[in-house]
């Protein structure tokens, strides 16, 4: 037989093989569950405060969303020029206050003089909240402290090639230790660098989210046959329902998350029915800009 005929046999073989044999020799594990997810589901967590109701990532919206029973909050933080840990989406405070530039540009003194309440609009078109006490930049100690009984979903924002990128995860541990809050936090980040670096500090304390790129891969081999060799690092997928018109929602997929103990999460889900349907299909938490109604949908189906 000619050589390269044999060498191509030999590794379709190999090859078959070891898609065959994965089954037998990968031993996949389901995550410890961490203190951070032992509360009876579903989770409902206001996004950036319930930004509907009120000026997104201010105390406004905190305690207007810690008026609807919900488990807690889903924020952003960000880095200032003094390295403080804020909590704000932008890297830049233009959309959502009344000054301008980047955020690692202003010291946290800078920050509070700027009014976060100056773009909001209520239902009626009103600037309601400009000027408004409450309508502050927010650091993410004050908040903690603030809401000592609410859970808090912290999403690492600043890119990890930038300078507070590459602080903000020894800084934000820091952080948590001082506030033993350790399992009142849950740590995540799109950017699964982020991820990695803060739990090299945390070393597993506490609870962490997977980033994008493990989503995918999650993703990927769960509908190419291979789930059974995905192996997760997060305890977390927090994830849309879909992503250019591809599903991440059915029912299949999130069994497959919970057979690993992963809680499974939906953002940004703002309409009623919606946010049942992911819960009958098994969605651990939901994260909305609308507080007010998932407190009406899970007092009416889901009470604890």
């Known amino acids: 037989m000619n050589k390269s005929v044999k060498t191509a046999l030999i590794a379709s073989g190999l090859y ?26 579903p989770y409902v967590f206001a996004h950036r405060g319930g930004l509907i109701l009120a000026p997104e990532h201010t105390m406004a919206a905190f305690n207007i969303a810690s008026q609807y ?3 807690g909050f889903e924020i952003d933080i960000r880095l200032t020029k003094d390295e403080q840990i804020v909590v704000l989406h932008d890297a830049n405070v233009d959309r959502v206050s009344n000054g301008s530039g980047l955020v690692s540009d202003h010291t ?5 003089t700027l009014d ?6 209520d239902i009626n078109g009103e600037y309601t909240y400009r000027g408004h006490n409450d309508a502050k930049i927010v650091t993410l100690e004050s908040l903690l ?6 859970k808090i979903n912290i999403d690492i924002k600043d890119h990890p090639s930038t300078k507070a990128g590459q602080l903000v995860p020894s800084l934000l541990y820091r952080l948590i230790q001082d506030l033993n809050a350790f399992d009142q936090v849950l ?3 799109f950017h699964d660098e982020q991820i990695v670096r803060f739990n090299q500090y945390a070393n597993g304390r506490v609870a962490i989210g997977s980033g994008e790129q493990e989503v995918r891969n999650a993703f990927l081999l769960f509908n190419s046959g291979f789930g059974h060799l995905f192996q997760p690092k997060g305890d977390t997928f927090q994830i849309p329902t ?3 018109g591809i599903r991440l929602d059915s029912e299949k997929f999130i069994h497959f998350m919970q057979s690993l103990n992963l809680a499974v999460g939906y953002w940004v889900v703002n309409q009623i029915d919606e946010m049942d349907q992911l819960l009958q299909k098994g969605a651990h938490t939901i994260v909305t800009d609308r507080p007010d109604i998932a407190h009406h949908l899970i007092q009416e189906k889901y009470k604890k």
Do not use: C, H, M
């Open 108 to 112: 946290l003194a800078e920050l509070e």
């Open 69 to 71: 029973d919900i488990d």
């Open 145 to 150: 402290k603030a809401f000592p009984n609410l």
């Open 242 to 244: 879909n992503v250019k």
């Open 116 to 121: 976060f309440g100056y773009y909001f609009k």
């Open 16 to 41: 078959v093989g070891s898609v065959f044999g994965s089954k037998l020799l990968v031993s996949q594990t389901p995550k410890a569950i961490k203190p951070f997810f032992r509360n009876r589901s």
């Open 187 to 189: 740590v995540t980040s």
